[in-house]
C-alpha cells in the first residue's frame, strides 16, 4: 500500500539522495513544509524568513518497508541533536523535523524518539520537532534528483557523497537492488 511521510533533515539534496535508495521507496520529491509562507522559494526559504524547513517527501510501499523502518533511517543520518543546524548548513531551515501525516505517524515518531532519548545515544538533547503536517510545497524542478544529476559538484562531493556512502555502508540490507 502506497503511503507518504515527510521528513526534514538538514539540506534536501542529501536526504533526498538517501531515501532514493531505500528498498521500498517508490518515490522522494524535496520541498518545504512548516512555515507560514504559501509557495515559498529556495531563495526565500534560505533566507530564514518563511519558517519553513527543507524536507523530503518519501512515498512508500508499506509492503515492502515500514514507517518504523523509514525513522530509523531518518534517525540514523542526521544529527538530531543540532538545533537549526546539519554540519555546515545553518538556519531554521535546516532543523529536524519529522511532518506526520496521521496520528499512528505521531504515536510512532513520538516513541522513537523517546526510545533514544531514554537509551541516550547522544550526548546532547534530541531537538527534533514533531509536527502535523500543515503544508508541503514542492520545490522548484532543478532540485529533482539533485545528487544523482549534480554528483560531481562540489557541494555534492564533500557533502552529499560521503553521507551516501555512509548510509550504504549501515543501511545495505535495505537498498534497492539497483
Not at 129 to 138: A, G, Q, R, V
Request: proline letters at 4%; glycine letters at 8%.
Amino acid at each position: 500500500m502506497k503511503e507518504k511521510a515527510t521528513f526534514g533533515s538538514g539540506c534536501f539534496w542529501c536526504t533526498e539522495a538517501v531515501f532514493q535508495r531505500l528498498n521500498g521507496v517508490t518515490e522522494v520529491k524535496s520541498g518545504y513544509s512548516g512555515g507560514s509562507v504559501e509557495n515559498p522559494t529556495y531563495e526565500a526559504v534560505c533566507s530564514g524568513t518563511t519558517g519553513h524547513a527543507e524536507v523530503i517527501q518519501v512515498e512508500y510501499d508499506s509492503e515492502v518497508i515500514s514507517y518504523e523502518g523509514l525513522l530509523e533511517v531518518f534517525w540514523n543520518t542526521h544529527d538530531p541533536t543540532t538545533p537549526n543546524r546539519q554540519g555546515n548548513d545553518v538556519g531554521t531551515q535546516y532543523r529536524s523535523a519529522i511532518f506526520f501525516h496521521d496520528d499512528n505517524q505521531k504515536s510512532l515518531a513520538e516513541s522513537y524518539k523517546k526510545k533514544l532519548t531514554e537509551e541516550q545515544i547522544w550526548s546532547d538533547p534530541i531537538v527534533t520537532e514533531i509536527s502535523p503536517l500543515t503544508n508541503f510545497y514542492p520545490a522548484e524542478g532543478y532540485h529533482d534528483d539533485y545528487f544523482n544529476r549534480n554528483g560531481s559538484q562540489p557541494y555534492c562531493s564533500f557533502v552529499v557523497a560521503p553521507k551516501v556512502k555512509k548510509f550504504k555502508e549501515v543501511f545495505a540490507s535495505k537498498l534497492k537492488d539497483n
